[in-house]
């Protein structure tokens, strides 16, 4: 009898190779970058915590047809949001402010 491990060998190496070949082919282009999050918050924002910048980084993204989604998690002080959103076709720029949902 043959071994099941020896049957689908040659089908994970073409998987394998499939992947490299896709992989390389890819091109990475960069839409937005920041070196700090701004957020574009309302005049009358409660500043109970303050706002820091430095504090915020996005941790995970979402992508859907008209936006982007950002989870910032509340790890520290001076974070307004946990979830904010950038238009997905944005003219502002490289770094536009992150809208609060």
């Known amino acids: 009898m043959i071994p099941f491990s020896f049957i689908f060998r040659p089908i994970r190496l073409l998987l394998l190779l499939a992947t490299t070949l896709t992989l390389a082919s890819c091109e990475i282009e960069v839409i937005h970058q920041w070196n ?3 957020f ?3 005049f009358d924002y409660p500043v109970q915590g303050g706002y820091i910048p430095e504090n915020n980084v996005f ?3 979402e992508i859907g047809w ?11 002080a ?3 949001a946990t979830l904010a959103w950038i238009p997905r076709k944005s003219s502002e720029g490289s770094s536009p ?5």
Do not use: E, H, Y
Not at 66 to 76: Q, T, Y
Not at 97 to 101: A, D, E, I, K, M
């Open 78 to 80: 001076g974070i307004p």
């Open 40 to 42: 574009d918050l309302p």
């Open 59 to 61: 941790t995970g993204l």
């Open 36 to 38: 700090v999050l701004g």
């Open 97 to 101: 402010l992150l809208q609060v949902s």
């Open 66 to 76: 008209n936006r982007i989604f950002l989870a910032v998690p509340r790890l520290r």
